[in-house]
């Protein structure tokens, strides 16, 4: 069964420093989502993409975020200059399109800022 | 703001009884998901409902989605040691949108 892939599963960084989180969305599928979850907090939207351009962003994704659909297959989200709260479980989703409700979770990227 | 309320939070039950986890919300949802979340990992979905008043059956599992829809209830009949996890439910307030995510309802059965 087609999945969403997230690497890497664990990612320690220093305050400052840039990263980026890579996502293999289901093949056919059209639209991307990025979440993230601090820990034991709720599930929070970040941005979500289609054809190329973010269709929707959230007051979390400032500056700091960006993301690309580098080629046909990845899906990636970069914090250019990681900050300790943005510490968090970061969740790609996907879904087939727009008139599909489901939305596809992948296992999650564990981001620690020190 | 857009919120959804999950209750309870914590849930603690023996092998065998039924339960119902409660997702509540003041607006209107275009469809509402139900999740299974594990320590660690990403949010599996469980069912998707998107009609007022409908009901879905997964083996145990019954999920509603309320006649106005801005509600949802998960009921879980002869609850097992397997069904521990953290149940979310997520509404879309548009097609095509966002996810909002109530807080979880931790569920422990104990054999």
């Known amino acids: 069964e087609p999945e969403v892939t997230q690497t890497p599963s664990h990612q320690v960084t220093q305050m400052g420093q840039e990263v980026i989180l890579r996502c293999v969305p289901i093949s056919n599928h059209l639209y991307f989502y990025w979440y993230r979850q601090i820990l034991g907090q709720k599930v929070e939207f970040l941005v979500s993409f289609y054809n190329n351009e973010i269709s929707e962003k959230s007051e979390i994704f400032d500056d700091q975020f960006s993301v690309e659909r580098p080629d046909g297959s990845n899906f990636t989200l970069k914090i250019r200059s990681t900050k300790l709260e943005d510490s968090a479980m970061y969740f790609c989703?996907?879904?087939?399109?727009?008139?599909?409700?489901?939305?596809?979770f992948g296992p999650g990227t564990r981001l620690t800022v020190t | 703001t857009q919120l959804l309320e999950q209750s309870p939070q914590f849930l603690s039950i023996q092998e065998g009884e039924n339960l119902t986890v409660y997702c509540n919300s003041s607006s209107v949802f275009s469809s509402l998901q139900w999740y299974r979340q594990e320590p660690g990992e990403g949010p599996v979905l469980l069912v998707t409902v998107v009609t007022g008043g409908e009901v879905k059956k997964l083996k145990r599992l019954t999920f509603q989605f309320g006649d106005a829809r801005k509600d949802s209830s998960l009921h879980i009949t002869a609850a097992q040691p397997g069904d521990t996890g953290l149940y979310l439910c997520?509404?879309?307030?548009?097609?095509?949108?966002?996810?909002?995510f109530g807080q979880g309802t931790e569920l422990s059965v104990k054999p």
């Open positions: 997520a509404g879309e307030k548009n097609q095509g949108g966002k996810l909002i």
């Open positions: 989703a996907s879904k087939l399109q727009f008139f599909s409700y489901e939305q596809y």
